[in-house]
C-alpha cells in the first residue's frame, strides 16, 4: 500500500513508515545491496535491496542464520564497506560521502575484535580517544567512568594479551563507548561470554538506549532479543524477510517464540523429532 | 584533531606497540650485535688460523729421476738457509707494508717445509693427490747447483689447480724457491762477468701507491657495506611491515582501527613511519656494529691484508642521509606488499621476491666497474650501493647525490601511494569480501573521474624511469641527429602520451576529465598565450645569469654547442616539431593533465601543483636546467588548474619551446631578433628592456590566471 508522502518527507521517511512526529532515525539504511567479485567474474550478492531504520533510544535487533548478510549490513552501515546499492544515513549524514564525520558517530564492536596485545587497556582507549579526537582531560575522565561502569579496575594495567575473554570484550566494550557515540553497532556482543559477563554488556547496552542511543544489534540468542528489542528484522539470503515490532510480529505468525517465528518465515517449521 | 597530530598519534603507538614485542628488538638489537662480531671475527680468524696451518704443512714434491731430487732438494736447503739469515723485513723480497698479498703471494715469499720423492708418472701422482706438485726437467738436472756456463735448464712445474694445497702453497712456494735460485744465477754470472744487475734489469720498477690508508679502507669497505646495509634496512623492515598490516589483520585489530574516523592514508603513513624508523635504526646499528667489530676488533687489518685501517669517518654523515631515502623506499615497498597479504605466512611469502627483487639491483651496484652514471643514476638500490662506494671512497659528488634522493624518494612515494590504495581495500580488509584477483581485473574497477594519487604517482615513478632508460639507449645508439630527434620525440609520447592514456583506459578512469581535455575560456587562451610569449626571454636571461654564477662544466658547454649547431643545420619545422611542439603537448597532457588531476584529489591544489612543477623539472633530467623547468612548470600548472584544462597550459608551453628553438636559429626568429636590439650571446646577456618586458608580460599572464579563480568563487557563493 502506497504511504501518502507529505510535503517535507523523505524518501527514506515513506519507505520505512516513520511518523512526522517521530524524531529522525539515527540509523537510516536505504535500499542497501552488496555485491562480492568472485574469481570466475561473476557476482555474489551477499545483500539485496535491504532498509532499515534505528531511531534514538531504539535496539533494533538484526536476526538470521550464519551467512544470511548481517555482517556484511553492519559493515556497509559503519563505513567499512562501500554498498553496491542503496545507501546509509546515520544522524543524517550520508556515508559514503562523509565517512570520517560519519565514523566518528559509531561505536562498532563484533565478537571477534581483537586488541592490541601489547598495550594496555588503559593504553588502548586512550589510543582510540585520541583519534576520535578527545582531549587528555576528557579522554582521562572517560575511561575513568568507563572503568567503573565496566568493572575495569583490576585489569586497566594489564597488558591485553594477558586478559581473560570476558575482560577482554569489556575493554572492546569500553573502546566502543569510548567517544560516547550516538549510533552503536554492536555484532554478535556477547558471543562466548559467560553468563556474568553477558548479563553486564546487556544491561549496558539497556542503558546506553536509555541514554537515547540508537542500537544495532546483530545475535544469534533470540533470547536476548526478546529482552532488549521492540523491533527487529529478520535476515535470511540477504533479504529483509520481515520487520517491524515484536508483539506485531507474533501476532502475524500466531508463534510466541522468536526461533519458531523465523523457522515459520523461512518455511522450515517443521517440529523436532520425539523421543 | 589535525591529520599531523593524528598520524603522530599513530606512529608512537605503533611504536611503542612494536618496541615492546621480544621479536622486534631482537631482529633490530641483538642480530646486529652479535651477529657481525661473530661472522666477521670468527670466520676471518678461522680463516687466518687455517691459512697459517696450510703454511706450516710439509708439502711433497715428486720429480722422474735421483738427480733431480738431490738437485731440487739442494735448491730448498739453500734457499730456507737464505731466507733465514736475510730477515723478510728489510730482505730483498719484503713485501711493501701496504700492498695486497695473498696467499699464494705469502708462499711465495715465505715458502712452506717440502719433502722430494722420486716417482715414475709424477702427473698422475699430482692427479691422484699422492703429492702436492712435481718438477719435470727439460734435459737433465746439473750436478752443480748452477747449470755450467751460459746454459739455461727449463723447468716445469705441476700442480692441481683445484687443490688450494697445491695451488695455493706447494706451486707458489717452490716456484718462489726457483726463481729465487734463478735470479742468484743471475748476480753471479753477473759479478764473474763484471757486469752491474742494470745489464739484465734496464728498466726498474717500482710501484708506490698513492691512496692514504683511509681511502684504501674505504675501497675494502665499499665492497662490503653498502651491500649489508642494503639486506640490513629490509631485515629490519620486514617484520614490523607484516606485523603492521597482515599481522594486525590477522590478530583482528584492523576492523576497529579501519572504523576509527582516520583517513586510510593516515593510518598508512603511521605505520610507514614506524616502518621505515625501524629499516633505518636496523641499518644504523647494523653499520655502527660493523664498524665496531673492524675497529675494535682489529678486523680491519684483515680487510686490508695487512694495510693500516682507518674507518672513513667523513663519508659517514652523508651515508646516514643516504640510508634515509633507502630506508623510506622498503619501508612502503614492503608495506605496500605486506598491506596485501590477509595472514602473516601469507606476507612472508610476498616479502621474499622484494627481497630478491632488491639483491639485483645492489649486486649490479656492487660490480667493480659500475659507475653512478647513465641509468645507474637512477636505477633503485643500485645508485645507493655505488654512491655509498664512492663515499667510502671519499668521492662527493653532489649533483649525483641529490639526483639519487630524488630519484629514491620518487620510488618510495610511489610505494607509499600503493600501500594507501591497497590498505582500505575491501577483498583485502575482509577474507569474505571477495578474492584478491579482483583488484587486478578490470572489470571490478569503479569507474573514476580521476585517477587516484597513488595512481598518479605510480604511473608517475615508471614513465620516468622507462623514459629515461630509452632516453639513454637511443642517446648511446649512434643514431644521427635527425633520427636521434624523431626517436626522443616518438619515446616521449609512447611513454607521457599512450602510457598514461591506456593506464586510464585500463583502470577504467574518464579520460577527458582526467587529462582536463575540456576547453578553456577565452581568458584562458589569452592567459596562455601571454605567458607562453614571455618565458622564453626570462628562461634566456636566467640562463645567463646562472652560466656566469654557476658556470657548466666546458665539456658539456662545447658539447652543447655542437649540438645547437647540428640542429641548425637541419629543418626547422622538425626541429620545431620534434623538440618544441610534441613534447609541449604530450608533456601537458601527462603532467597537467593526469598526474595534477590525480595528486590535486588526494592532496589539494597548491602541494598537487608544486609537486607537478618538480617532476616536471626533474623530467628534464639536467641539474642545470631544473630550476627554469620548475619554474615554468609551475607557471604551466597555474593555467591548468585554474582554467580546469589543460589547452592553454599546451598552448603556453608550444610558444615558449617554438620561440626558444626559433630565437636561436638564423632562419628562424634570430635576424629578426637582433633587429630588435636582442642578442642571444651569453656574455652580453639580455637587454634589461626585454628582461622588463617579459616580466610584465609574464606577470600579467599570471594575474590574469589567478583572477579566473576570484570569478569562479563568486558564481558559487
Known amino acids: 500500500m502506497a504511504v501518502p508522502q507529505q510535503p517535507n518527507e523523505t524518501a527514506a521517511d515513506v519507505a520505512f513508515g516513520v511518523a512526522r512526529d517521530a524524531p529522525p532515525a539515527l540509523i537510516v539504511a536505504d535500499q542497501l545491496s552488496k555485491a562480492f567479485p568472485n574469481p570466475d567474474g561473476t557476482r555474489k550478492l551477499a545483500v539485496r535491496q535491504l532498509s532499515l531504520s534505528v531511531a534514538p533510544g531504539e535496539i533494533y535487533g538484526l536476526l538470521g542464520p550464519n551467512g544470511a548478510g548481517k555482517t556484511t549490513t553492519l559493515r556497509m552501515i559503519s563505513g567499512l564497506l562501500q554498498p553496491t546499492e542503496g545507501r546509509v544515513l546515520i544522524d543524517g549524514q550520508d556515508v559514503a560521502r562523509f565517512p570520517l564525520a560519519v565514523k566518528r558517530k559509531i561505536g562498532y564492536l563484533t565478537a571477534n575484535t581483537g586488541l592490541y596485545a601489547r598495550l594496555t587497556p588503559r593504553e588502548l582507549l586512550d589510543y582510540f580517544g585520541t583519534l576520535y579526537g578527545m582531549a587528555r582531560e576528557a579522554r582521562r575522565r572517560r575511561i575513568g567512568e568507563l572503568a567503573e561502569y565496566l568493572g575495569m579496575g583490576d585489569f586497566l594495567g594489564l597488558r591485553c594479551g594477558a586478559l581473560s575473554t570476558g575482560q577482554r570484550q569489556r575493554t572492546n566494550i569500553a573502546r566502543a563507548l569510548i567517544a560516547d557515540p550516538p549510533v552503536l553497532i554492536l555484532d554478535e556482543p556477547t558471543l562466548g561470554l559467560d553468563v556474568l559477563s553477558n548479563r553486564l554488556i546487556l544491561r549496558l547496552i539497556q542503558s546506553q538506549a536509555q541514554q537515547g542511543k540508537a542500537v544495532l544489534l546483530s545475535t544469534h540468542a533470540l533470547d536476548e532479543i526478546e529482552v532488549l528489542c521492540r523491533r527487529v528484522g529478520l535476515i535470511h539470503r540477504g533479504a529483509l524477510l520481515a520487520e517491524g515490532d515484536l508483539d506485531a510480529l507474533w501476532q502475524r505468525t500466531g508463534r510466541t517464540r522468536l526461533s519458531e517465528v523465523f523457522l515459520h518465515l523461512v518455511g522450515a517449521d517443521e517440529p523436532l523429532l520425539a523421543h | ?717
Open chain 2, 1 to 717: 584533531m589535525s591529520r599531523f597530530s593524528r598520524i603522530n598519534t599513530i606512529w608512537r603507538k605503533e611504536l611503542i606497540d612494536l618496541l615492546r614485542d621480544r621479536r622486534t628488538v631482537i631482529a633490530m638489537v641483538l642480530v646486529p650485535m652479535v651477529l657481525y662480531p661473530a661472522l666477521m671475527l670468527g670466520s676471518l680468524q678461522a680463516l687466518e688460523v687455517q691459512q697459517a696451518l696450510l703454511g706450516t704443512e710439509v708439502y711433497n714434491v715428486a720429480v722422474e729421476s735421483r738427480p733431480a731430487q738431490l738437485w731440487t732438494q739442494q735448491v730448498i736447503q739453500e734457499d730456507a738457509s737464505l731466507l733465514a739469515r736475510s730477515a723478510p723485513e728489510t730482505g730483498p723480497a719484503a713485501p711493501d707494508a701496504a700492498q695486497e698479498h695473498s696467499a699464494r703471494q705469502r708462499s711465495e715469499q715465505r715458502p712452506p717445509p717440502f719433502r722430494v720423492f722420486v716417482v715414475a708418472d709424477i702427473e698422475a701422482a699430482v692427479r691422484a693427490g699422492d703429492v702436492h706438485v712435481a718438477l719435470r726437467f727439460h734435459g737433465a738436472p746439473p750436478e752443480r747447483l748452477a747449470p755450467p756456463a751460459l746454459d739455461a735448464m727449463g723447468i716445469e712445474l705441476i700442480y692441481d689447480g683445484s687443490d688450494v694445497r697445491s695451488r695455493d702453497f706447494a706451486a707458489p712456494g717452490l716456484s718462489g724457491i726457483l726463481q729465487r735460485h734463478g735470479a742468484a744465477l743471475v748476480r753471479e754470472r753477473l759479478r764473474a762477468q763484471n757486469l752491474p744487475e742494470s745489464f739484465v734489469q734496464p728498466v726498474a720498477i717500482t710501484e708506490r701507491n698513492i691512496a692514504p690508508p683511509e681511502r684504501m679502507s674505504g675501497a675494502v669497505l665499499g665492497q662490503i657495506v653498502p651491500l649489508i646495509l642494503i639486506v640490513m634496512t629490509i631485515t629490519g623492515a620486514i617484520y614490523p611491515a607484516i606485523d603492521l598490516t597482515a599481522g594486525e589483520r590477522e590478530r583482528g585489530t584492523l576492523e576497529t582501527l579501519v572504523v576509527a574516523p582516520v583517513p586510510t592514508i593516515e593510518l598508512i603513513v603511521g605505520k610507514f613511519i614506524v616502518v621505515t624508523l625501524i629499516g633505518l635504526l636496523s641499518a644504523v646499528l647494523n653499520l655502527a656494529s660493523i664498524g665496531g667489530t673492524i675497529y675494535l676488533g682489529g678486523v680491519g687489518d684483515t680487510l686490508t691484508r695487512g694495510g693500516e685501517f682507518v674507518f672513513p669517518l667523513t663519508a659517514l654523515p652523508l651515508i646516514f642521509v643516504l640510508l634515509v631515502p633507502l630506508a623510506v623506499m622498503f619501508g612502503a615497498i614492503l608495506l605496500a606488499v605486506c598491506s596485501f597479504a590477509r595472514s602473516f605466512k601469507e606476507a612472508q611469502n610476498y616479502v621474499v621476491p622484494v627481497m630478491m627483487a632488491a639483491l639485483i639491483p645492489a649486486v649490479v651496484g656492487i660490480l667493480p666497474g659500475t659507475r653512478l652514471e647513465g641509468p645507474i643514476v637512477v636505477m633503485p638500490v643500485a645508485n645507493i650501493v655505488v654512491l655509498t662506494r664512492d663515499l667510502f671512497l671519499g668521492r662527493f659528488d653532489y649533483a649525483a647525490i641529490a639526483w639519487v634522493l630524488l630519484s629514491t624518494s620518487l620510488y618510495g612515494a610511489a610505494a607509499i601511494a600503493v600501500a594507501a590504495r591497497l590498505f582500505g581495500q575491501e577483498a583485502v580488509l575482509f577474507a569474505d569480501a571477495g578474492s584478491l584477483r579482483t583488484l587486478f581485473q578490470r572489470r571490478f574497477f569503479v569507474p573514476r573521474m580521476a585517477p587516484s594519487a597513488a595512481t598518479a604517482l605510480l604511473v608517475l615513478a615508471l614513465a620516468y624511469t622507462l623514459n629515461f632508460y630509452l632516453q639513454q639507449a637511443l642517446a648511446r645508439s649512434g643514431l644521427n641527429t635527425e633520427a636521434l630527434l624523431i626517436g626522443l620525440a616518438a619515446i616521449l609520447a609512447l611513454m607521457y602520451g599512450l602510457g598514461p592514456w591506456a593506464a586510464a583506459r585500463y583502470l577504467r578512469i574518464n579520460v577527458p576529465s582526467a587529462f582536463a581535455l575540456r576547453p578553456p575560456t577565452a581568458a584562458g587562451w589569452a592567459a596562455a598565450a601571454l605567458l607562453g610569449c614571455s618565458t622564453w626571454v626570462l628562461t634566456i636571461g636566467y640562463v645567463v645569469f646562472q652560466s656566469q654564477h654557476f658556470p657548466v662544466d666546458s665539456a658539456v658547454q662545447r658539447h652543447a654547442q655542437d649540438f645547437e649547431r647540428e640542429l641548425n643545420g637541419l629543418s626547422p619545422v622538425l626541429v620545431v616539431l620534434t623538440l618544441g611542439l610534441i613534447p609541449a603537448f604530450v608533456e601537458e597532457w601527462f603532467f597537467r593533465g593526469f598526474v595534477l588531476s590525480g595528486l590535486r584529489s588526494g592532496l589539494g591544489k597548491v602541494p598537487a601543483v608544486l609537486i607537478v612543477a618538480l617532476a616536471f623539472g626533474l623530467n628534464h633530467y639536467s641539474a642545470h636546467r631544473i630550476v627554469q623547468t620548475t619554474a615554468l612548470g609551475l607557471l604551466l600548472g597555474i593555467l591548468a588548474v585554474q582554467y580546469r584544462s589543460i589547452w592553454p597550459a599546451a598552448l603556453a608551453h608550444a610558444l615558449h619551446n617554438g620561440i626558444a628553438i626559433l630565437s636561436h636559429r638564423p632562419d628562424g626568429l634570430q635576424p629578426l631578433l637582433e633587429s630588435l636590439g636582442l642578442v642571444l650571446d651569453e656574455k652580453a646577456g639580455v637587454p634589461a628592456v626585454w628582461l622588463i618586458g617579459g616580466g610584465v608580460l609574464c606577470a600579467a599572464g599570471v594575474v590574469l590566471a589567478l583572477l579566473q579563480r576570484q570569478g569562479r568563487t563568486e558564481v558559487h557563493r
